[in-house]
Structure formats: C-alpha cells, structure tokens
T-cell receptor
Framework: EDKVVQSPLSLVVHEGDTVTLNCSYEVTNFRSLLWYKQEKKAPTFLFML????IEKKSGRLSSILDKKELSSILNITATQTGDSAIYLC???????????FGGGTRLMVKP | EPEVTQTPSHQVTQMGQEVILRCVPISNHLYFYWYRQILGQKVEFLVSFYNNEISEKSEIFDDQFSVERPDGSNFTLKIRSTKLEDSAMYFC???????????FGPGTRLTVT
C-alpha cells in the first residue's frame, strides 16, 4: 500500500522566517510528487516533481525531490501571513493516475 | 483562468437518502477524479474516470457509489444510500492527461444526519 508521511504536523513561525516542510513516501513505481496548498477548501497546485525535474522554484517557494531518500522538501523563504495554510504532499505511482496524499503540515505565520 | 467547479457547496441529507454531487471539470481535460476528505483526516482517492469508464477505484468506492458523465460537461458522484460515515468534503479534480498536475474544485461538504 502506498504511503506518504509529512512532517511536522504543524508549525508556527513569524513573518520573515524561512520554513522547511518534509514529505517522505513509499510508493510502488513512483511517477511524480506534487505539493498543494490548502487554505479554505480546494487544494491549489504548487509544484510537481518527477525523475526528470527534481527541483522547482517559484518566487519564495522552492521544492526538491530526493529519489534516493524517497523524500521531498518544500521551502518557503521570507514567510508572509498569506502563506498560512495546510501544505499537502501527494504522490502518483503504479500505472494509474490516482494520487496518495499525506496528512499535511499546518503552517501558521504570525505578523 | 479555467477552473473546476462543483455544486452544491454544502449538502445536508438524512441517512439512507441518495445524493448526487456535481462537478464541471476544466473543458479540455479528459481525466476526472473524485477524492474525499473526512474532517481532520487525509485527502483520500475514490475513483478515476476516462473515456466514459472507471479507470481505477479505491476500496472506499463500493457498490453504494457510482460515477457518471451524463453530458459533455458534467461529472457526477452518486451515493445511493448515505451513511453517517459518508460525511466529508468531496473534491472533484481533472487533468488533460496522466502524469500531470490535477486541478481540484472547491469541494462539496456533505453532512449526513
């Protein structure tokens, strides 16, 4: 059974801090790892990492995939209160298209 | 920017009743999904759908659940006889092809009383 574990469960920081969120996985026939941000309702897509694209960056957010360690990190620099959300890691594996999600990291950024 | 839409945003129903949750995927997408998230728990895969057929389904997706694409735009999830434990947020998602990001709708909160 595919498994995705995220840590920490929750994190409280102050504006301007840098945070690192972790995701580890055990998936049959890994295909991709995705990061989503969940605020009020729907997960919104941040990054997708694959064997051919192990590092992604967008503004203050960046993510790296470590296929040897079966893990990924999501970095957020110069955090803002608008970064407060639950960050979800999901992995696609097997021959199908389904995603297996981790439990999420709840990030709170205080002013 | 195109987005996945879902209706209703909140549905309250009594145990044993049938419910239909509706989704309009992004128009050029061909692969459709339903996920659910019980309050405080992980997002869980239910079913994927392509070319008018179920591609994959999880153990959660038992005989009480069915999906349909009744026309060119809608994608529905039907729960035949709801149970209390079906209370959850149900997300629809879509993508144009396998192996690329899935775009999620805003969800339907289903409350079974």
């Amino acid at each position: 059974e595919d498994k995705v574990v995220q840590s920490p469960l929750s994190l409280v920081v102050h504006e301007g801090d840098t945070v690192t969120l972790n995701c580890s996985y055990e998936v049959t026939n890994f295909r991709s790892l995705l990061w989503y941000k969940q605020e009020k309702k729907a997960p919104t897509f941040l990054f997708m990492l694959t064997s051919s694209g192990i590092e992604k960056k967008s503004g203050r957010l960046s993510s790296i995939l470590d296929k040897k360690e079966l893990s990924s990190i999501l970095n957020i620099t110069a955090t803002q209160t608008g970064d407060s959300a639950i960050y979800l890691c999901a992995v696609g594996g097997n021959a199908g298209n389904m995603l297996t999600f981790g439990g999420g990291t709840r990030l709170m950024v205080k002013p | 920017e195109p987005e996945v839409t879902q209706t209703p945003s909140h549905q309250v129903t009594q145990m044993g009743q049938e419910v239909i949750l509706r989704c309009v995927p992004i128009s050029n997408h061909l692969y459709f999904y339903w996920y659910r998230q019980i309050l405080g728990q992980k997002v869980e895969f239910l079913v994927s759908f392509y070319n008018n057929e179920i591609s994959e389904k999880s153990e959660i997706f038992d005989d009480q659940f069915s999906v349909e694409r009744p026309d060119g735009s809608n994608f529905t999830l039907k729960i035949r006889s709801t149970k209390l434990e079906d209370s959850a947020m149900y997300f629809c998602a879509s993508n144009p092809r396998p192996g690329v990001e899935q775009y999620f709708g805003p969800g339907t909160r289903l409350t079974v009383t």
